[in-house]
């Protein structure tokens, strides 16, 4: 097994949820003791409040550049400056249904930032010990109700979002092949937990079920999701790029299948069950079944064994207890709450869900 130490990390989109959370482990976990480097555009997912208090705590050791990963120049000038050693790419649009009303923003982020990047880190190979590309189950397209993706399924993808990410994966093995760039590259399932933008399923239906909004569940609510709590995701990708083989796939998930439907009944139930206003009326009867999303993969399942022989990482929280503490956190971060909701977001369902997705 690899030991490597890194000295300073470049983190791109350290300020959306998932780089965030990652950022946040291993700096308040106290996982690692170097530097890290977040560059981040501030789309309307990126959030500077995702990583309150982390520059003043950390002082010398984290530096936020408001930034575009397409400017490779950009790139060039941080990594030359913070003697970056390592890259944990997280920076994507990342929301499925945006990709179907626009995917040009995906093809741009997704592929030429990633292009951008890997141009970057090729010019100053002799520094880079690792490129850890953060990507998802959803490059293997669609299962029945049987089976699971390994890191030997072929890509399918269905969505604009998932086929710029297979891209993007693609790019990252062609980077390792031809150049040599020492990459390893993650694919994980559906991630929850705190920070995570409201238009994803998880905190969508908790933040409407605490409004008493109407939970708009797509089609019959019986597409099949694995979810993966995000703390168990920040530990795996630390695993994989301390220890893992440089070239290798991981597939990380949360052996925890779940219809949307029993995702949004497991909220509204424990909901119910919290004294006070919070577990006020009927949760369940707010649940609408609206119009599917065209090209609405049916199941995503991962086989995450490898990872666990390898590595020795597997999930350890369960779905009740992710579930309870994300409802928890969301309830407890109230001004964090209305402030997102108080920008982009409230404009952009409007507009692309019109009334019937509330
Ligand atoms: P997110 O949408 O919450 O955050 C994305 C971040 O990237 C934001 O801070 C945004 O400002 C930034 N960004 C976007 N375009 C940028 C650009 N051009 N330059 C610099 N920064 C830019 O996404 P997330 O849910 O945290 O996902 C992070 C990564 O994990 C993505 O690559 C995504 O594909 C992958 N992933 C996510 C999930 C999930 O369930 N959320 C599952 C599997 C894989
Ligand atoms: P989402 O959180 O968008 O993640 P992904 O599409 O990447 O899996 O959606 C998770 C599942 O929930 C997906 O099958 C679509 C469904 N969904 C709804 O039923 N209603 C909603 O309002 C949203 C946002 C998603």
Redesign the pocket.
Known sequence: MENRYFESILVTGGCGFIGANFIRHLLEGGHYDGRVVNIDKLTYAGNLENLAGIADRFEGRYHFVHGDICDGDLVGSIMEKHAIDAFCHFAAES???RSIAGPGAFVETNVNGTFALLEAARERSDKIKLFHHVSTD?VYGSLGNEGYFTEETAYDPSSPYSASKAASDHLMRAYHRTYGLPVTISNCS?NYGPYQFP????P?MILNALDSKPL???GQ?K?V?DWLYVEDHCHAIWQIMTHGRTGQTYNVGGRCEKT?LNVVESICDILEKIPGDSGRGEKRSLIQFVKD?PG?DHR?AINCDFIERELGWSPTVSFDQGLAKTIFWYMENQDWVRNVKSGDYRNWISQHYGKD?K
Do not use: A, T
């Not at 238009?199 to 998880?202: D, S, W």
């Open positions: 929301h499925v249904d959803e559906n238009e994803k399923l998880i969508l708009p569940v797509y609510g597409n999701r949307n999303r609405h995503y997705r």
